[in-house]
């Protein structure tokens, strides 16, 4: 994907100064003065929300990674026995077979 990107954006390496001052005029032009710092604004705050999604997207991720890394290891943890005197105690059954 990476190479993909190289590839669409090669063009932009060769824009010079003018070409760029061309392209801010005509957006001036179709936009006006006004309607670009109200633009601007709006474009920052998308490109804000992209940044904070994909950071919770990657969060995400990174904690569901840590727990399937932690699983394996809580399964071996050993049992511990309880300590004499609390183990549990088997009541004789009151049965007429058993006494006789």
């Not at 997207?57 to 840590?66: K, L, S, V």
């Not at 890394?69 to 309880?82: G, L, M, S, W």
């Amino acid at each position: 994907m990476y190479f993909q990107l190289e590839q669409s954006m090669a063009f932009v390496q060769n824009w010079g100064a003018p070409q760029i001052l061309l392209i801010l005029f005509i957006v001036l032009l179709l936009f006006g003065a006004k309607k670009l710092p109200e633009l601007a604004r709006g474009m920052g705050k998308a490109l804000r929300e992209f940044k904070s999604a994909t950071k919770d997207i990657e969060d995400d991720i990174r904690t569901a990674f840590e727990e399937d890394e932690q699983k394996p290891a809580a399964n071996k943890k050993p049992v511990a026995a309880k300590p004499r005197g609390q183990e549990e105690k088997k009541e004789p059954a009151n049965d007429a077979s058993s006494s006789a």
